[in-house]
DNA sequence: TCATCGATGAAGTCATGACTTCACTATCAG
DNA sequence: CTGATAGTGAAGTCATGACTTCATCGATGA
């Protein structure tokens, strides 16, 4: 799958402030869906509607037993989104080096 | 203004295919704004209003010389949005601690 | 000075997406 | 079995947002 479809994911699931309170939520332990919107003052069709934005998203993994399903954070899109970060910090922190090297070629720190 | 807000311009901000495609190009280095329009086929006054939305969640600084209008990246959103992925992973890494602490199995990526 | 170029503002179109309700399935307790 | 509980699916509503076009403005260079 395409890296761009997938960090597109990422951002748009995040995007939302109800999914960024379910997110919120399960990061500090699982939780059934219902237990999720509980507090969110939403229907539980809702949150399971945002619960399969946050898994194709890989920021929360679900799994059900018996007729309830519980879900926790999942790291692997976290950790895409870091990554994303860093390579752009990285691209343009090296671009800022270069043109440092020439507009100070005099000796810099 | 609440913090809430900041986090959330920022993931609505890079939600959006088109304005990660600026985010990218400037990344490489400073673009007028028809210079962005150029290869996204899509108008000028678009871009314009992608770099509004841009520049409010401070992932982006602009400033006018004569008719041209100069983009960059500005690093103070990214860090904004660094620091919300490192407060979540340090929350539920913590959780998993105690956990571990307890059931003593497993490692993850 | 005048034509052009870069950008902006206003207003309209069109699709997407965040909800809801209602009907339904599957599980568990009595 | 019966009835409550947890969740799913389908379909509809409503707002938002990503574009467009057109008109305009200010800077610029011939």
Do not use: N, Y
Not at 22 to 42: K, Q
Not at 48 to 72: D, N, P, S, Y
Request: hydrophobic share 40%.
């Amino acid at each position: 799958m395409s890296p761009r479809i997938e960090i597109d994911r990422l951002f748009q699931a995040l995007g939302d402030p109800t999914r960024r309170a379910i997110v919120d939520r399960l990061s500090l332990g699982p939780s059934s869906v219902s237990g999720l919107a509980a507090p969110l003052e939403i229907t539980v069709t809702a949150v399971a509607q945002h619960l399969q934005v946050l898994e194709a998203a890989r920021l929360v993994r679900t799994e059900k037993a018996g007729r309830v399903r519980t879900c926790r954070i999942a790291p692997e899109g976290f950790a895409r989104l870091e990554r994303w970060i860093a390579d752009h910090r990285a691209q343009w922190e090296r671009r800022l080096d270069r043109l440092g090297d020439v507009l100070a070629e005099d000796g810099d720190d």
